[in-house]
């Protein structure tokens, strides 16, 4: 089902024309909510094919790989409850899946042969993946977004346009006195384009880039003098960080990485970092023109400085003369997660050798790159995990892991105040080799008995991700621990619930998939030795499901 795309009238947009756009954008146009596809009866179903496409970016033509021959895809929206049928058919010639990042679901196949929120599983060219993903009823509503996230590829697929928004609703229930208040979907999405029309082989994160949302460029936005909205900004690009501004505004953060705060958070800029999040409400302001900014982000001495850059105009209209609407004073409770038993702590580390550009994370073993037959962290379901995330790089990086949320407690020892939870969080760098890691505390929440299996934390930069910084995690059932392999990739709870017969076929391929693959090479960060900047080499060898592929392999150990 397509939505309504709502619009104000307002006139005098053409006086803007004079803005220009130093990304080559010339046409002024009003920001567009991108197309959505919206659940019906509690199921969302819908197909996306990945294919060679040449789209439109800032007035350019750009060859690329799309979903759907559309450099931004669908705006998926469901309710809690509800479920995903999203059929990944692809097209192209070099394998892809999809990550639902964000979202408190199973890591697993299901023992239908569909596939959940599971980045292990891939498409082969030519071939194609059935997703279903149940969202529990009790989910937490807000904006997430999916991206493909397969290990080696996931920069280049991700800055090539493979991603976009999902939104569960219900984040304004608890404010009924501000239903129908303007929202608007900002997914930031940036992209570098070479002179041929084409992704550069080998992308520098801080090189030329051109800044869009919903895949426009410098679109208008427009508000009244006194208006409440709702601003719901996501950072759905490969690398880049956001710190934004609206000139002459105040941002009322009200959510963070789809997780409702227990408090309006006033910001004068918000720093989104890829992968990130933030809902916000704004209130137009004096009439007249202002701009949405991003600020200068320097991500540390061996990182990435991105420029500032203008991303919106916003125009404020006069006043409709209606009442103003207040912010609202109180938001529902959440759970401090400080107030419940740990189970355990751990300590996680950031790592990389800038002079091969590979990275790494040590979960405790050393510092090893991504290996998905390796288990790095195994995780007992039910608890309450305390993780501190070093970083001893003199670079910013992005922890985030999959399925579930964390409560930031501490930044470079500095407690922080509860006011909710999030799945992504800037690690400080190491100022210098003397000084210690830059460090965050996280309490982490395992009590979803639905995440029970295995899924990956990883710096969310992809090309850190793709150089090897990603780790393994399993959430393990201790009450099903005689459960051989196949079980844990299902879930003994899937296999009592499911509706359909047994197929041991099904499994065996499923497994075999699931095990195959040698996706890196392990070896520990050598600094200052090797060549400047050059990528980890991958191979793919993971096979799709549904095919008669390898035997089945016996059982790891971990
Ligand atoms: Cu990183």
Redesign the pocket.
Known sequence: MIRRQKTLPFAGLCVLAACSSDDGGEDIERLRTPTEVVSQNGELRTTFTVSDATVQVAGRSFRTIAYNNTFMPPLLRVKPGDTIYLNLNNQTGEPTNEHYHGLNVSPRVNPDATVSDNILIQAEPGTQVNYKIEIPPWHRPGLYWYHAHLHGLAEHQVMGGLSGGLIVEGLLDPFPQLAGIEERVLLLKDVQITAQGTLPDDIDPGGDTHRTINGQTLPTIELREHELQLWRFANIGADMYYRLVFDGHTFYELARDGNPHTRLVEMKEILLPPGARSEVFVRGGAPGEYELRTLDVDTGPVGDDYKAAKLASVVVSPSSGRAELPLPEELPAMEDLRTLPLARRRTIT?D?NTNNNT?FVDSGAGPLQFDPNRVDSTIPVGTIEEWTVNNA?A????FHIHQTDFQVIEINGKPQEFVGYQDSINVPFQATDSDPPGSVKLLIDFRNPDIVGKFVYH???L???DGG?MAIAEVVNPAGAELDDLGTVFGRRDLRKSPIPFDRNLLTNTLSAFQAGTMCKTQPPARNSGTPRTKATTSFTVERIGTQTAPPKGRRGN
């Open positions: 950031f990389e990275f790089t670079e910013f990086h992005v710096c969310h930069i090309e850190h991700e910084m």
